[in-house]
């Protein structure tokens, strides 16, 4: 149980509620100034973004390492930013994109940047601006109908109050949350890497089945292809044209209005990231699959992504778990035999890096499938019997592990809860960090 201040006062805020009454609240503006120092050029090795996780960090650190920053000639119009400046994607203000920078760099025309300009202990300003309490109070503050075009714009944001705990009290606040978000950060990153393993795992245990199945003993034959090597001499080949039919979706057009709205899923490429789909963010009307060149595949039909840039780690495979029509960047795979349908799924998770490396278009400025490897792509098949049998054991086997990171990320949300509880409740003065007098 965390100590309490021995006094608190009414913050004269209604959504603010009391603080410790050595506590004081003030107008941003007392603490902020608006920053518009523009460059003319710059070194994109220097370009900072900000996320509502991390907070201002090097924008090269938080893309992919095979995505190109721009050249430093496209910089001109950007905005300086200095350590310990605060930085705010105003577009994001509401959901925690905030934060005190801690380096010198450059970033977007469309972020706001603002300098100290009280005795303030800056970093006290990340955690407190962060928090649900201030996400909630700059959504009430943002101008726009939907939330996709909310914006706290600068000069509203500096006339918003702030709460002030002494200076000394602010470090003392922001040392005790550093380490202890700490510790906490790194239990996550401890089940994020026992997930990656478990992940790993599965697939090799499942590669090695549709590859090799379950007889150690089991004489072999070459496949012919090389990323597959031998398998076991009873089992034969197809391609996927010739197991299934394969089609493409289509987005009825967002102009029409009778074609939104309704009660049939819509499946997108985001979508596609867990083996089955139970529903979807958007919804077409039957009027749009009437009049548009939009097919409704029925429960089972397996789908996977041609189009996304998740195609640069992975080629997703899923599963529709009722009636569904999907967009052009999908393609549903129809198959006759649902014992064929559930083996090509374990086929294409066990040997996803391999596939991935096969179908993908090298060079290509968008990530996509190639269309005729896809339908070409080789799948092993063993004799009927064999292929049950392996199916239910990987099942069982997928099963277990699967609850096994479920469990971690279940942990993974708790700890993630707690830290944000921790931080809103230091900051806010509902408990007195140690060390405070």
Request: charged fraction near 25%; glycine fraction near 6%.
């Amino acid at each position: 149980m965390m100590e309490r201040y021995d006094e608190y006062k009414d913050s004269g805020i209604e959504w603010i509620g009391e603080i410790p009454a050595g506590w004081e609240v003030a107008p941003m503006k007392t603490i902020w100034s608006e920053s518009k120092e523009i460059v003319d050029s710059g070194d994109p090795e220097q370009l900072l973004s900000v996320s509502e996780y991390y907070g201002v960090d090097y924008r090269k650190t938080r893309i992919g390492s095979d995505e190109i920053l721009m050249r430093a000639d496209s910089l001109k119009g950007y905005k300086a930013c200095r350590s310990s400046d605060l930085v705010m994607n105003i577009m994001l203000a509401w959901k925690g994109a905030q934060g005190v920078s801690p380096y010198d760099g450059l970033v977007s025309p469309a972020y706001a940047v603002f300098t100290s300009i009280g005795n303030n202990y800056t970093p006290y300003a990340h955690y407190l601006y962060r928090t649900p309490l201030y996400c909630s109070a700059f959504k009430r503050n943002s101008t726009g109908i939907i939330d996709s075009r909310l914006r706290l714009y600068p000069d509203v944001f500096l006339r918003m109050p702030c709460i002030i705990p002494a200076f000394e009290e602010q470090k003392r606040i922001v040392e005790y949350l550093d380490a202890k978000t700490s510790q906490i950060d790194e239990l996550i990153a401890d089940q994020e890497k026992s997930i990656e393993l478990l992940e790993e795992y599965r697939k090799a245990v499942i590669s090695e089945a549709v590859t090799k199945g379950l007889d150690p003993n089991a004489p072999m034959k070459d496949s012919g292809i090389d990323w597959i090597g031998e398998i076991p001499k009873e089992w034969g080949q197809s391609k996927m044209k010739y197991l299934c039919r394969i089609t493409s979706g289509s987005t009825p057009s967002k102009s029409v209005l009778s074609f939104w709205q309704g009660s049939i899923p819509w499946v997108s490429s985001k979508e596609v990231k867990q083996a089955e789909i139970w529903d979807t963010e958007h919804h077409i009307t039957k009027e749009a699959i009437e009049s548009c060149s939009t097919e409704l595949y029925p429960e089972g039909t397996y789908v996977t992504v041609v189009r996304s840039g998740i195609l640069k780690h992975t080629i997703p495979i899923a599963r529709i778990m009722k009636p569904m029509a999907v967009n052009q960047d999908i393609k549903a795979m129809a198959f006759d035999d649902q014992s064929i349908a559930d083996w090509v799924a374990l086929f294409f998770t066990g040997l996803n890096d391999a596939l991935l490396a096969a179908l993908t278009n090298e060079g290509s400025t968008v990530d996509n499938l190639n269309t005729r490897a896809f339908e070409n792509c080789p799948i092993i098949i063993p004799p009927k019997e064999i292929r049950e049998s392996i199916t239910l054991l990987l099942h069982m086997k997928m099963n277990k592990i699967d609850a096994l990171i479920a469990d971690k990320r279940q942990l993974i949300d708790k700890l993630k809860e707690y830290r944000k509880s921790l931080i809103f409740e230091a900051v806010t003065g509902k408990f007195k960090v140690p060390g405070v007098a």
